[in-house]
């Protein structure tokens, strides 16, 4: 059969097109460089139009990107069918049907029109595009020109995407790894509309205060329309924390956990706010888990910078020399409290203002509100908690189903898994969260730190992460008896307050033992420090120090402390270090010539005036006695477990460890611990009391280890459930 030629003049003009449309196609990376994949389509759509006037255009995206799908529909201005996008999209039907043709008899029905065509191509993995021509006067399309282009454009669309995602993606990262990002973030509209569900919308004015330094229970505000200025009032004026704009939110750590505010919120451009009360915004973090990240990590962010630019609403003044000082330092940052400090040692114009006003020696330090309103002279620890507010929110009427005593890591973890799974728990700690954990510099083996992790870090997110599920804390306040004769158990605290609970978790962890060979209380606080954090580290720029102890703590602190100190002598009472410490820290010291490790070695004596000035050890194989001056030394050695209060009350071993499960004897000294009283046997981790249970290093045979005591506090709730039912 002959074949038919076409016109030479149409084919070259259509070539010519062809090329022309060629060479925009491939110009267009050029064009999408940095953009979106919506502005990738749209672009593309209005060229298709452009090249191959069809009735309708449409492109469909996947959710390939991390985002909802996008769909866009065209219609050409110069159709002969009147319909609208939608109309196109219910003819279309489910995404990505068009491409196997399943839409055709559907669009042929609703319009009565047979000359019509789909041509799809597929954006890779990302989606398809197509063109869709309607009418007779078109019953030849498409042409193989019009299906190259169509090809062609799907093929550079496909290369542009794949870019535009890699590009989101990076864009994500730096992002989320922008300090300022991460705490200032901007809600989208969706997150917005999904807080709404948890709050109320009102109108405020210019001037109006949202909060003040001090209230408590205050909601949290999310700005629809409105700008805020957050700021510090103090003595000599007010200091400008931040500026928050509309899509920003306030708040920071202490909102969670019910604290008191510490800075002031005063609109400056009227509009409207999202508020969402204390008890809502509990609900939010624990539904909502994209906002609950969004929210929790930039409260947090929020307190570090608090502390670090000192901007919590105390000041402390003091001296270095002074172990109430070190102690009232030590608290504050343990419970992550912004505080300013002022050295007396340092400051002329404090110090004479404090000798004018005679306040003596024994009434330093001084902690001042930073609006002059509360001035406490040398207060203990729960003096300061309570006028900080730290336990504004502990309701001591109230009968918990669970009361953890302790706050290490132990206790931190039953009290997460218990708040989490809906037990009322309230956690009773004497000093600060961590506990012997929280003083450690770097724990390094801990399973999902590859880099290590801060002792004290670990029980900040812990304990917020604890109050995000409702988890109360109780802090600065210790426990000295039991009284268990019946149930609900009565815990009576050091100011004589009593707490009620239908079942107990004591975590109270281990205190390092003294050597008995000198006197160690001469000099606490003025040169002896059972923990070695940044505060400490400070004290030893530049000196020789001392760490007693063979064990990861001490091992921990020496590495830690090397990094400050001129020289770290490590006193190991052992002849060797591998029965006692992690091979990675003895790599570590071994190879650290900052440390010397001195074995078979114990302490011989302390000299010193009002502080520590030297420090004597004693070689136990050949008798040779070494002295060095030393403003510091570092006791991280044994452990005596804190039970002297469960004493007659639960079963204890011979070191005073409590005992629990098989552990527990058959029979027990009845002036030691009663016997067990219930026909079952005991849970796995409870002691001789029904419902009291014992996790972490106070346990008998406990694995001295982080994980360990994680593991141990999360089983427990395990186990306080089955207690709870038998009640």
């Not at 510490?262 to 909502?288: C, F, K, M, N, S």
């Not at 020496?558 to 410490?581: D, I």
């Not at 136990?620 to 002295?627: F, I, Q, T, Y």
Request: aromatic share 6%.
């Amino acid at each position: 059969m002959e074949v038919q030629l076409e016109d030479p003049a149409q084919e070259i003009k259509r070539l010519r097109r062809c090329i022309s449309d060629l060479t925009s196609l491939l110009a267009l990376p050029a064009i999408w460089r940095g953009s979106e994949p919506s502005q990738i389509v749209q672009t593309l759509l209005d060229v298709l139009f452009r090249m191959l006037s069809p009735d309708f255009a449409y492109a469909r995206l996947s959710d390939a990107f991390g985002v909802m799908p996008v769909e866009i529909l065209r219609v050409a201005e110069d159709s002969n069918i009147n319909l609208s996008a939608e109309d196109v999209r219910n003819m279309l039907g489910d995404p990505l049907a068009a491409y196997s043709q399943g839409s055709l008899p559907q669009i042929r029905n609703q319009l009565a029109v047979e000359g019509i065509a789909i041509v799809p191509a597929q954006l890779g993995v990302h989606g398809e595009i197509g063109v869709i021509v309607l009418g007779s006067n078109r019953t030849g399309f498409p042409e193989k020109t019009e299906s190259l282009l169509l090809s062609v454009a799907a093929n550079e669309a496909s290369i542009g995407l794949q870019e535009a995602r890699l590009l989101s993606e990076q864009k994500r990262i730096s992002a989320e790894l922008n300090a300022e990002n991460q705490m200032w973030p901007v809600l989208t509209e969706v997150e917005i509309d999904r807080a709404r569900l948890y709050g109320r919308v009102r109108r405020v004015e210019i001037g109006e205060i949202l909060y003040r330094p001090g209230e408590v229970g205050r909601p949290c505000f999310i700005l629809l329309s409105i700008s805020l200025e957050i700021v510090q009032p103090t003595i000599n004026g007010e200091r400008l924390v931040t500026i928050l704009r509309p899509g920003m939110f306030t708040g920071e750590a202490g909102s969670i956990a019910g604290q008191r505010t510490v800075v002031q919120a005063r609109v400056i451009q009227a509009g409207e706010i999202l508020e969402v009360r204390p008890e809502d915004l509990r609900t939010l973090v624990a539904h909502d888990a994209s906002l609950s990240e969004i929210l929790l990590r930039a409260f947090m962010l929020r307190r570090l910078m608090l502390i670090d630019r000192q901007l919590g609403n105390v000041v402390v003044v003091g001296s270095q020399h002074s172990a109430d000082t070190l102690r009232l330092r030590e608290f504050l940052s343990r419970n992550g409290h912004p505080f300013s400090y002022i050295d007396l040692d340092m400051d002329d114009a404090y110090r004479n203002l404090l000798d004018r006003f005679g306040i003596a020696v024994s009434e330093i330090p001084i902690v001042i509100g930073n609006d002059g309103t509360m001035v406490l002279r040398n207060p203990s620890t729960s003096q300061l908690a309570d006028s900080l507010g730290l336990n504004d929110n502990i309701d001591n009427s109230s009968l918990h189903d669970l009361i953890i005593v302790g706050a290490g890591p132990a206790g931190l973890a039953a009290a997460v898994y218990a708040a989490s799974e809906g037990i009322d728990a309230l956690v009773i700690e004497s000093h600060a969260p961590g506990g012997q954990a929280g003083s450690s510099s770097k724990i390094e083996n801990y399973l999902g730190f590859p880099t290590g992790v801060s002792g004290q870090e670990l029980a900040t997110s812990a304990t917020k992460q604890a109050q995000k599920f409702g988890a109360k804390m109780a802090l600065a306040r210790a426990i000295i008896q039991l009284r268990c004769q019946h149930r609900p158990y009565e815990l009576v605290m050091n100011d004589g307050t009593v707490f009620f609970a239908r079942t107990i978790v004591i975590a109270t962890g281990a205190y390092y033992k003294k050597p008995t060979a000198v006197n160690l209380d001469r000099f606490v606080g003025h040169g002896i420090h059972y923990g070695a954090t940044f505060l400490e580290a400070q004290l030893c720029e530049g000196e020789e120090v001392i760490v007693v102890g063979g064990g990861n703590s001490a091992g921990q602190a020496a590495v830690f402390l090397s990094q400050h100190a001129r020289k770290v002598y490590m006193l190991v009472r052992a002849a060797t270090l591998s029965e006692s410490m992690s091979h990675y820290l003895i790599a570590r010291i071994s190879g650290n010539p900052s440390i010397e490790l001195l074995c078979n070695s114990e302490l011989a004596d302390l000299g010193g005036e009002s502080a520590l000035e030297t420090v004597s050890w004693v070689n136990k194989l050949n008798g040779e006695v070494r002295s060095v001056k030393a403003h510091h030394l570092f006791i991280m050695a044994g452990a005596s477990p804190n039970t002297s209060w469960l004493r007659g009350r639960v079963a204890l071993d011979e070191k005073g460890f409590i005992l629990t499960g098989r552990d527990l004897p058959l029979v027990v000294d009845s002036d030691r611990s009663p016997l067990w009283p219930l026909s079952r046997p005991p849970f796995m981790l409870e002691s001789s009391l029904p419902g009291v249970f014992a996790v972490g290093d106070v346990r008998a045979g406990s694995v001295k280890r982080v994980a360990s005591a994680v593991g141990e506090g999360a089983i427990s709730v395990s186990m306080v459930h089955r207690a709870l039912a038998e009640l």
